[in-house]
């Protein structure tokens, strides 16, 4: 069964650099915007281009088993519920991104399970530390619904 970790937020607020590290840790896979993009040519940032990434990325998260790390800035709450996630991080390390289109687009999540504010290495190492230990503990007791 796949289990989808979130990792969001605007441009350069250190989604990446974060998501790598989670999935060293958990040792899954790692989803990352840009290199599906990349493959799938596909350079259209307009909402429904938008939205077509975002059903790509849950399409490809939901054919691997276990945890998968889907690293993408998902800038609305629409996009956020259509993925689906059972874990969402929300990198909120900048106010604003260097993309006039995304910072009119983007919606701060209304509900998430963590909230990363500073991009500092230790601050990574000490989340993705607490993240892990809850994960591999029992994951259903942080999930949105709270079922299995």
């Not at 276990?66 to 690293?71: N, S």
């Not at 504010?117 to 892990?132: G, H, S, V, W």
Request: proline letters at 3%.
């Amino acid at each position: 069964m796949t289990k989808k970790i979130l990792v969001m937020g605007l441009n350069d607020s250190g989604k990446t650099t974060f998501a790598t590290k989670l999935a060293y840790a958990l040792n899954c896979h790692h989803l990352n915007n840009d290199e599906i993009r990349k493959q799938a040519k596909d350079w259209d940032f307009s909402p429904e281009g938008r939205k077509r990434q975002c059903l790509r990325i849950k399409e490809m998260a939901e054919e691997l088993e276990g945890f998968v790390i889907c690293d993408f800035i998902c800038p609305t709450e629409e996009l956020r519920q259509l993925l689906v996630p059972d874990l969402l991080i929300w990198m909120n390390t900048v106010r604003h991104s260097r993309y006039k289109d995304t910072n009119k687009l983007f919606e701060p999540p209304k509900w998430f399970h963590f909230q990363i504010r500073n991009k500092q290495d230790r601050l990574f190492d000490l989340a993705i530390k607490q993240i892990k230990s809850l994960v591999m503990a029992d994951f259903s007791t942080i999930l949105k619904d709270g079922s299995k």
